[in-house]
């Protein structure tokens, strides 16, 4: 017996991570590699044990990184690769009426000059950044504060989006992405993710490229939803 996909494409929104999820590397932490004045990993250290939110991370983190914007959008450029199949998933989402968006505990400066540009443009969530002369400055998005649960985040914004769509899919790769993989309708994950849901017995599928997610997403959807109406 055949089992027929049902779900609506409209009915659905996936919503993906951006560092080591749409680019291959993580970029904030290629930029605090090659930038950061101080022991960031110490840092780093105290967001992966849930001691501090992620805003506070990235705060402390590129508070010692002197460079500004355009020097570090420079260096990002160079070591970025997007995920293949990125670019003909966004084609595969906006043809079948599937909402997409990216939701980032990255910085919108980079986040933005490395997303490719898409039609219509995705929904970008992530965290606010300026340099200042002080350095930088980082926030959250108005609506989007966040607690000391570094994982709130990304499941506050889970948990917003499902009053608007019958289902969220979430796509990621990272400790941020925790709390939200939690609460996802279905997730597909790389690791580090990847261990942790399947230790929390928390059902993810394993991707190398987004070839393999539209694959999968494809499956799910019924086909005979119209592209235009
Ligand atoms: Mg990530």
Known sequence: MTVDPTTDARS??????????????DIGIELLERFSTTDWRRIEERFDAGEVSIEQNMQEQFSNVPQDAPELIEYAGTVASIRPGWDEFVRFASDT??????????????????????????DVHCLRAEYTPEGWKVWSPPGEEVGGEPTEYKQAIVRRYRREYEQVWFIGNGVSDRGAAQVADRV???????????????PATPFETFHDVRAD???????????SD
């Open 12 to 25: 659905v929104i996936v919503l993906v991570d951006f560092d080591g999820t749409i680019t291959e590397q």
């Open 97 to 122: 009426g599937l909402k997409l968006a990216v939701v980032s505990g990255g910085l919108d400066f980079y986040v933005s000059a490395l997303l490719p540009p898409a039609d219509p443009p995705l």
């Open 188 to 202: 597909w994950a790389v690791e580090p993710l990847l261990a942790y849901c399947r230790q929390l017995g928390i």
């Open 217 to 227: 997403v494809e499956s799910l959807l019924r086909r005979s939803v119209p592209a």
